[in-house]
C-alpha cells in the first residue's frame, strides 16, 4: 500500500470539501489498519461465519458461553488496539471546525482515543457491558478481570482475531466455560453494549445520528460498505436532501448510486493530506 497520497484524489476532495460543513460516517475499514478485521471483503459480502444473533444471545445461555468464551480472548487485542492517522485525522478536521461532527459504525472507541468528541457511536461501545436483567452498565475491563478469574483454563489459549473482538475458538474450550455475572443484581444475562446483528440501533442514537445529517453540508462516508441499513439511510437521508454524498472506501459500497464521488484510497493515507490541505487553504 503507499504511503504517498494520489494528488488528483486529495485536489478531487479538496474541491468538494472546501468551504462545506460535512459530517463524516465511518465504517470497520478506518480501523483495519489498527489490527481490528472487518466484516466485507471488497464486494461487500460477509467473511466467516455467521454473526451471534440477538435473538440467539437472549433466549440461548449456550450461545451467551459460546460468545463469552470467544470474546474474553479477543477482547485484549481490542482493549490495545490504537488509532492510526486516519482517526488522528477526522480529530483534527473537528478540531479546526472542519467537519461538523462524527457519526461511526464502529464499537472500538478508537475515534475518542485519537481525540474527536462527541462521537455518536451508531452500534455501541465494547468497552462496557450491559447487564439485561437490571440495565446497570459496567466496564468491560471490570467484567474481563472476573473472567480471567473463573475461566484460568483458557489462560495462554491462541485464538485467531475475528471483527469486534470476537475469536475463531474450537468449541472443546466452550463447553466448560463460566459466563459473567452482574455485579449490580447477580444476573447471568450480560451483554456487550452494542447492537448485535438482528437488535435495532437505540431510537435516540439514531435521532441522533439524522439530526447530525440533517444540519450538515454533506456526508463523508470513510471505511465502510454501508451494507449496514442504520448507516445506508444516512447516505439515502443525505441524497434526498440535495447534499453531497462522497465515499473513500476499498470496494463496493450499497449506496454507490446514490454517491456525488468516489474514492478508492487508503483512508490513512489519503485523510491526513487532506486535513493538510484544508489547513492551508
Known amino acids: ?152 483454563y483458557l489462560a495462554g489459549v491462541d485464538a485467531v482475531q475475528a471483527p469486534d473482538g470476537d475469536t475463531l475458538l474450537d468449541p472443546a474450550f466452550e463447553e466448560r466455560f463460566q459466563v459473567p455475572h452482574c455485579p449490580h443484581c447477580g444476573g447471568e444475562r450480560m451483554k456487550p453494549d452494542v447492537v448485535f446483528f438482528g437488535e435495532n440501533v437505540a431510537p435516540p442514537t439514531a435521532a441522533k445520528a439524522m439530526q447530525r445529517v440533517e444540519e450538515a453540508q454533506g456526508l463523508l462516508v470513510v471505511g465502510s460498505s454501508l451494507m449496514a441499513f442504520s448507516a445506508f439511510r444516512l447516505c439515502r437521508a443525505i441524497s434526498d436532501q440535495g447534499k453531497p454524498l462522497i465515499a473513500i472506501n476499498l470496494g463496493k459500497t450499497r449506496a454507490d448510486d446514490l454517491l456525488d464521488l468516489k474514492l478508492e484510497a487508503s483512508c490513512e493515507v489519503l485523510l491526513p493530506a487532506l486535513v493538510e490541505r484544508l489547513l492551508e487553504a
Request: proline residues 6%; hydrophobic residues 40%; aromatic residues 6%.
Open 1 to 152: 500500500m503507499p504511503d504517498v497520497p494520489d494528488t488528483t484524489h486529495v485536489d478531487t476532495l479538496l474541491h468538494w470539501m472546501h468551504d462545506r460543513s460535512f459530517v463524516v460516517l465511518t465504517g470497520a475499514g478506518i480501523s483495519t489498519s489498527s489490527g481490528i478485521p472487518d466484516y466485507r471483503d471488497s464486494e461487500g459480502v460477509r467473511r466467516g461465519r455467521q454473526p451471534m444473533m440477538f435473538q440467539e444471545f437472549l433466549n440461548a445461555p449456550e450461545a451467551r458461553r459460546r460468545y463469552w468464551a470467544r470474546a474474553m480472548l479477543g477482547w485484549p487485542h481490542v482493549r490495545a488496539a490504537q488509532p492510526n492517522p486516519a482517526h488522528e485525522a477526522i480529530a483534527r478536521l473537528q478540531q479546526h471546525d472542519l467537519i461538523s461532527g462524527v457519526i461511526t459504525q464502529n464499537v472500538d472507541t478508537l475515534h475518542d482515543q485519537a481525540g474527536s468528541h462527541d462521537v455518536v457511536e451508531l452500534h455501541g461501545s465494547l468497552h462496557w457491558v450491559l447487564c439485561l436483567d437490571c440495565r446497570q452498565r459496567t466496564e468491560r475491563d471490570i467484567i474481563q478481570l472476573a473472567l480471567v478469574e473463573q475461566n484460568p
